[in-house]
């Protein structure tokens, strides 16, 4: 088995034993972040250029990699960005396998250090089926946390199209799927989200 296995959030709660609560709206008092210029500019070119590729790796190349590499600007670079990296952290219960985007608090640029806070997971036109495998990468990063010996709260992970966000939390067993969705044109609102467990750790 790999992440990609858990197509369902049926099979990744009842694999690791899960509770799912998807009745709240878990980001509504953050703050927006004002998007870069670089990055305003970037998304006004790319985005409607992706849409009309409209595949999964174009969106990904043009929309998502900019919004999440506006993220380790904001804190100086002292946020470690991979890209289709294999994360493998515990094969026997099926948490290996490549992520699409890793964020790290660290400045590692090499090599995957704890602590994880951030997974997004790109799908083409499909964030539900998107939830399961995104989840169990979730999974993976707070074991891997553990470790190493960091004790990180909350995981963070995100399902995107590129144009459209939906967020989601783990803490100990509890999965948070947001009750909202984010689109695009609320970029701010979607750094701001994506900035928040970089904020919590005080970087």
Same mark, same amino acid.
């Given at each position: ?5 858990? !197509?369902?959030?049926? !099979? ?9 609560? %998807? ?12 998007? &870069? ?9 790319? +985005? ?11 969106? &990904?190349?043009? $929309?998502?990699?900019?919004? =999440? ?8 670079? !002292?946020? *470690?960005?991979? /890209? ?17 985007? $890793?964020?790290?608090? &660290?400045? %590692?640029?090499?090599? $995957?250090? /704890? #602590?994880?806070?951030? =997974? +997004?997971?790109? @799908?083409?036109?499909?964030? !539900? ?19 190493? *010996? ?8 995100a399902v995107t199209t590129g144009?459209?966000? @939906?967020? =989601? @939390? ?14 695009? @044109?609320? +970029?701010?609102? $979607? ?5 928040? #467990?970089? &904020?919590?750790?005080?970087?």
């Amino acid at each position: 088995m790999a992440y990609s296995d858990f !197509k369902t959030l049926l !099979k990744v709660t009842t694999t690791f034993e899960l509770t799912l609560e %998807e009745k709240q709206h878990l980001f509504t008092e953050l703050e927006p972040r004002e998007p &870069s210029d670089y990055l305003q500019r970037t998304l006004n070119e790319y +985005v409607p250029l992706a849409n009309a590729i409209n595949t999964e790796k174009a969106r &990904s190349e043009l $929309i998502i990699s900019p919004i =999440l590499l506006e993220v380790r600007r904001m804190f100086g670079f !002292k946020v *470690g960005f991979f /890209s289709g990296t294999d994360f493998t952290v515990d094969p026997a219960v099926g948490l290996n396998g490549y992520c699409d985007y $890793i964020l790290t608090a &660290s400045r %590692e640029m090499y090599e $995957i250090h /704890s #602590p994880v806070v951030t =997974l +997004v997971e790109a @799908k083409n036109e499909n964030i !539900k089926g998107g939830l399961g495998q995104c989840i169990a990468e979730m999974v993976a990063a707070q074991r891997f946390n553990q470790q190493q *010996g960091n004790e990180v709260t909350n995981i963070y992970g995100a399902v995107t199209t590129g144009t459209a966000w @939906k967020f =989601l @939390k783990l803490r100990s067993q509890m999965v948070f799927i947001d009750l909202s969705d984010y689109y695009i @044109k609320e +970029v701010d609102k $979607i750094l701001g989200i994506l900035a928040y #467990p970089f &904020s919590e750790l005080k970087m």
